[in-house]
């Protein structure tokens, strides 16, 4: 048995074996509890597919670096000196840090935001002062399309605050103008009774439109503030709606809307 230990086919073929089949056992010991705590920690209440892609882009980053090992302990084996090799790696490791570094940046960048959930796609975001919805998203860049259809192509290293608008349910809020003079108790009750009809008609809505009362007084007009909390990022559709039918309602039941009064003197 000693000779066998001692032989060219121990030393330069089963004993390479050997520890390729242990770096493996270890890589999926390791990977298996990885997953499992991770699953068990974020899964809950969170998208399955961004869990499933981070557990991904770590496992492949497990690998490469088992692979990188279980190399040097194989050559080390064959009796070649690995510390020239790693003293080289290392000064190639320097020189790309420093060409690269901007790169590495939004490669952590963009861990972060997967690990941390700051926002996915389809979430609409305000990041750097432009707003719209998340159409991509990679550990460089992430892309985001607001309603005029603009795309704007964001280095992930460059989002250092996010607004995410899709975490909370929306609110959508309509001021209605009318005349002074108009009996306010008679356009409240419209308002109200379309309102009743907002609420049973439109989709997206998380709970009763409310009248939070008269907004603002001028002299010739009362403004009158109508309020919803609607589905994420659907705001605006239902304010949109919710103004026309109001002013709909309003104006069939003969309600007069604020005149703007222009005053004309003769300079004689």
Not at 58 to 67: G, P, R
Not at 185 to 196: P, R
Not at 235 to 241: H, K, S, T, V, Y
Not at 248 to 255: C, S, V
Request: with cysteine; glycine share 6%.
């Amino acid at each position: 048995m000693q000779e066998f230990f001692e032989s060219e086919i121990f030393i330069y073929i089963v004993r390479p074996i050997i520890y390729i089949g242990l770096a493996y056992i270890f890589y999926r010991v390791i990977t298996f509890f990885l997953n499992r705590a991770l699953h068990t920690k974020y899964l809950k209440n969170k998208n399955k597919k961004r869990v499933n892609t981070t557990l991904s882009l770590i496992n492949n980053c497990l690998k490469y670096i088992v692979i990188f090992l279980t190399i040097l302990v194989v050559l080390n084996s064959y009796g070649i000196d690995v510390s020239s090799i790693l003293a080289g790696l290392g000064i190639m490791a320097a020189v790309l840090t420093l060409a690269f570094q901007d790169l590495a940046k939004d490669f952590i960048a963009g861990i972060s935001i997967v690990m941390e959930d700051q926002f996915e796609i389809g979430d609409n975001v305000m990041i750097n002062g432009f707003r719209g919805d998340v159409i991509e998203m990679g550990l460089k860049t992430t892309r985001i399309k607001d309603y005029k259809g603009a795309v704007q192509i964001i280095s992930n290293h460059m989002i250092t605050e996010v607004t995410n608008y899709s975490l909370n349910p929306s609110l959508a809020e309509v001021t209605i103008e009318v005349d002074v003079d108009n009996d306010l108790d008679k356009v409240e009750k419209i308002i109200k009774k379309t309102m009743e009809t907002i609420d049973k008609t439109y989709d997206y809505l998380k709970g009763k439109t409310e009248l939070w009362g008269v907004e603002m007084i001028s002299q010739n007009s009362v403004t009158y503030k109508v309020a919803v909390k609607t589905k994420s990022g659907r705001d605006f559709e239902i304010q949109r709606n919710m103004r026309k039918d109001i002013q709909a309602a309003l104006t069939a039941a003969n309600i007069k809307m604020p005149q703007t009064h222009m005053e004309v003197r003769n300079g004689k």
